[in-house]
């Protein structure tokens, strides 16, 4: 225990000497994180100094391996590290769909030749990487995904068409999932590949979302040729690797941790709605609307401290990951609603200095996505009733 | 601390689990209701659960208890709100026993103590005046006379009172209602001349009491605590009750859920067991994970009661709001599932609903402790 201690102090103080100042508030958008790659680009001088102190400390992926570019923390410290940094206020330096959701799956299920590939340059924000999972036809039924991969001596000869793969016009590589036995029943004939986007074949075209940014693509695959090297896990049982890897991006989604750091919702209310004199927000019905959502955060918080206390435990549910991906996403929808409904018009305003370019609705239209992406709420209240609660039925 | 049970924790329990399961179902509480029993639970049992040392989980052990905190309290609580096994545990191993504990002088401490631990005491708590829970609002008064007190007023919903052989009684010895300053903490005996219990049926079938003083005379060594500092007292043993009572409406949650799956897996309409239809299995997932929310969100409280106790303000009317609004929901979505079986008395359903409808009013149902919040967070 005061091994952990110290670690805190050394922890606090580290964080204390290296992070900037500017490094320490909030995100307001999502171009303010560094998200690494063969062509990426620092938005300022601190967000560079922040991410090379913290890539050289192994602290972009701090529970990794030493050996794959990680921190080599134990889950204890892991926890004490993202307590401290939440406590400052601090902004992780890296976001990655490589951290949140490839290099779990690479770590249980990819070779050693693989990891040794893949996982350091993840971790150095070297390369970036998209998900190629929905398809027009296969968003919530994933598993009747139609892209083919077929053989061709040592390679795969892959055709189709993925949909609302985020940033795919600015990733290196895509971990994808494609049908290698159209025969078999729909989840046996998958499998879960990686290539080069740069590849020849690859095409990506925007779509425009109604915050007004278009983060994710529709993406083509025309004869693209891959060494069958490159599938992760066993050929056909790609399903496997693709469920684990859902499970870390539900968490992520989920936002476990993220959340609670800026002002209270209470007192950004106050700042544009006002308070009576004995300093009660003057809106009753906002404020009861505020603290019954301040305590469904605090619970929410509460459960995922025990959600990871129960996994040290050995005691946590598989599924589990979905009852957390549901009720944080609800969560974040309701406190973007509370935000919008406490600016007032002033939270209307969609491009100006002011505004900071509209970052409040457009924030608010994004957490839109939040209960659909990664799996919708729907599927997950599915997940949990039949995994969970062992429900009859399909 | 890490959000889950120790294997010392687990072991009480898996012990109350099975005294609490074996001796007090549903059908107990069923019996003395129907029976209209006078004391409104049974002495056996109590005396029982003195011998597996439950009643003085939280009295120290230089004064016959076994001293633990918070969080096993809350164990045998979340066991209680399984079966709604009525029993003073609350009112005397809970709350006299927190209030003597921590405020009581060493005679008072060794009067009574001892004697909770034991199982031969029984202790109430009067507190409530009004309709709804406002602590600041007492308004019962105690003024001077002689080298004692006079006890004017009423205390509406006193849990437990009409069997009681020791009240504690909040008292105004100063300032107005509304005001923290002037309360006083008071240990009346409930034989004294002046007073006047009224036992009142409640929709539960547990045990209350309405109580008038009339010119009750206390002396000076009742006063528990000091004259016109009972406030922060009084809070404190609250929070604690408020932590406990989270934990039972959590057990009390839980069992009507699993009721009610185990219902959906039996149940056949339209050719198909009910539990397959997807409107109700949705419904059914999000209730548990309210459910596994709620039980985070108490335990929560209940370390931090052990363990910051100062602070623990915050934590414990999250649990306790969090744990009214789903209990709630539990017992609203139980009936509705159960259809019309859930509407007989025949069925236990209902009295799950019952019991959750108290325990949300008991120390600040969910808007009082979300308003409690927002005071908290300064907004
Ligand atoms: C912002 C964002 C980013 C994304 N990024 C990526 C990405 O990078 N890579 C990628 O591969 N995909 C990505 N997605 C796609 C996402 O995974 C899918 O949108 C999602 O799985 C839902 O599929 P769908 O859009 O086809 O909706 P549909 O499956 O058509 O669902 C429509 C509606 O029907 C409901 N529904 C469907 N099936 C059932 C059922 N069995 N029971 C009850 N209701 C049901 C759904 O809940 C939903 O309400 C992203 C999506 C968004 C919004």
Redesign the pocket.
């Known amino acids: 225990m005061s091994d952990l201690e110290t670690f805190r102090r050394e922890t606090r103080a580290w964080l204390e000497a290296n992070c900037p100042p500017e490094m320490r508030r909030p995100m307001t958008s999502e171009s303010d994180t560094y998200w690494g790659g063969r062509n990426a680009k620092f938005s300022s001088e601190p967000q560079r100094v922040w991410f090379e102190r913290m890539r050289d400390k192994g602290w972009t992926v701090p529970d990794w391996p030493k050996e794959y570019g990680g921190g080599g923390l134990e889950p204890a410290e892991h926890k004490v590290l993202r307590e401290e940094m939440a406590a400052m206020g601090v902004r992780s330096p890296l976001s990655s769909f490589g951290i949140w959701m490839l290099g779990p799956a690479l770590l249980k299920y990819g070779t050693e030749a693989q990891k040794k590939e893949h996982l350091p340059d993840i971790a150095a924000g070297l390369i970036r990487w998209?998900?190629?999972?929905?398809e027009p036809n296969a968003?919530?039924?994933?598993a009747s995904l139609q892209t083919r991969a077929d053989s061709d001596g040592d390679d795969y000869i892959i055709n189709g068409q993925?949909i609302?793969?985020?940033y795919a016009n600015y990733a290196d590589w895509i971990f994808c999932l494609v049908r290698t036995d159209p025969a078999a029943k729909k989840h046996d004939g998958i499998s879960f590949i990686l290539f080069d986007m740069a590849s020849k074949g690859v095409s990506t075209k925007p779509i425009l979302l109604i915050s007004g940014y278009s983060?994710?693509c529709e993406t083509f695959f025309d004869n693209v040729r891959v060494p069958k090297s490159h599938v992760v896990g066993q050929v056909n049982r790609g399903w496997d690797v693709a469920k684990y890897l859902l499970q870390h991006e539900r968490a992520m989604i989920s936002g476990t941790g993220e959340r609670g750091i800026g002002r209270p919702l209470g007192q950004v209310a106050a700042d544009s709605v006002g308070s009576d004199d004995s300093g009660r927000l003057d809106d009753a019905v906002l404020r009861g609307q505020i603290a019954a959502f301040d305590i469904d955060e605090a619970a929410f918080a509460a459960v995922a401290e025990r959600a990871v206390d129960l996994a040290k435990a050995g005691q946590s549910h598989p599924a589990f990951s979905s009852a957390m991906k549901y009720y944080g996403t609800e969560l974040n929808k309701r406190r973007h609603e509370i935000l919008m409904s406490a600016g007032g018009i002033d939270a209307l305003e969609w491009e100006s200095e002011r505004s900071r370019g509209g970052a409040r609705p457009r924030a608010w239209l994004r957490t839109k996505?939040n209960s659909?992406?990664?799996?919708?709420?729907?599927?997950m209240l599915?997940i949990v009733a039949k995994r969970i609660l062992d429900l009859p039925g399909a | 601390m890490p959000l889950v049970l120790t294997e010392e924790q687990s072991m009480l329990r898996d012990s109350a689990r099975g005294l609490i399961s074996d001796k007090a179902p549903v059908s107990h509480l069923r019996s003395l209701r129907d029976s209209k029993d006078e004391t409104g639970f049974s002495r056996e049992l109590w005396k029982a659960f003195a011998e597996m040392g439950f009643s003085g989980l939280l009295v120290p052990e230089n004064f016959g208890g076994s001293g633990l905190g918070c969080v096993e309290a809350g164990i045998v609580m979340e066991e209680i709100g399984r079966t709604l096994m009525p029993s003073p545990f609350l009112s005397t191993a809970v709350l006299a026993a927190s209030a003597l504990s921590r405020s009581g002088n060493d005679a008072q401490k060794s009067a009574h103590l001892p004697r909770i631990a034991d199982g031969s005491l029984l202790a109430a708590l009067a507190i409530d005046e009004g309709a709804k829970h406002r602590p600041l609002q007492i308004n019962l008064q105690a003024v001077r006379s002689g080298n004692g007190f006079k006890l004017n007023g009423a205390k509406a919903l006193v849990v437990d009172g009409h069997t009681a052989d020791l009240l504690i009684v909040a008292a105004r010895t100063g300032g107005a209602a509304g005001e923290r300053d002037g309360l006083t903490l008071f240990l009346v005996d409930p034989k004294a001349r002046g007073i006047a219990i009224e036992r009142t049926v409640m929709v539960d079938a547990h045990n209350a009491a309405r109580i008038e003083f009339s010119n009750v005379e206390v002396n000076a060594d009742q006063v528990l605590g000091e004259v016109d500092q009972g406030g922060a007292l009084l809070e404190g043993v609250l929070n604690i009750g408020r932590g406990a009572v989270a934990s039972e409406m959590v057990g009390l949650s839980e069992e009507v859920f699993g009721r009610t799956v185990t219902y959906l897996k039996e149940r056949k309409q339209f050719g198909k067991l009910i539990g397959e239809f997807?409107a109700l299995q949705h419904r059914a997932s999000q209730l548990y994970i309210d459910i596994e929310i709620t039980r985070a969100a108490v335990l929560k409280a209940l370390q931090t009661l052990d363990g910051d106790f100062e602070h623990a303000g915050a934590a414990v009317s999250v649990a306790k709001a969090k744990a009214g609004t789903t209990a709630t929901l539990a017992v609203q979505e139980g009936v509705q599932m159960h259809g019309g079986m859930g509407m007989t008395d025949q069925f236990d359903i209902g009295f799950f609903m019952k019991r959750a409808r108290v325990c949300q009013e008991l120390f600040g149902d969910s808007n009082y402790h979300a308003d409690q919040l927002a005071r908290m967070k300064g907004y």
């Open positions: 998209c998900q190629g999972y929905s968003g919530s039924d994933l993925k609302w793969t985020s983060p994710f996505a659909i992406e990664g799996g919708t709420s729907e599927v599915g | 997807q």
